[in-house]
């Protein structure tokens, strides 16, 4: 069974990327919604 963590984001920080790797790390396939905030383009990144 998949494990899927679902995260919207609004004006995320580094606190969001920190819980975004830990969820990845414990085996949840990560879904970040996009709000449109400038600031979402940092979270994309740390998972490219």
């Known amino acids: 069974m998949?494990?899927?963590?679902?995260?919207?984001?609004y004006m995320p920080d580094e606190k969001m990327i920190d819980v975004s790797k830990g969820l990845y790390q414990?085996?949840?396939e990560i879904i970040i919604v996009n709000d449109r905030s400038p600031e979402f383009l940092l979270i994309t990144d740390c998972f490219a």
């Open 2 to 9: 998949n494990r899927i963590a679902l995260i919207p984001a």
């Open 26 to 28: 414990e085996g949840f």
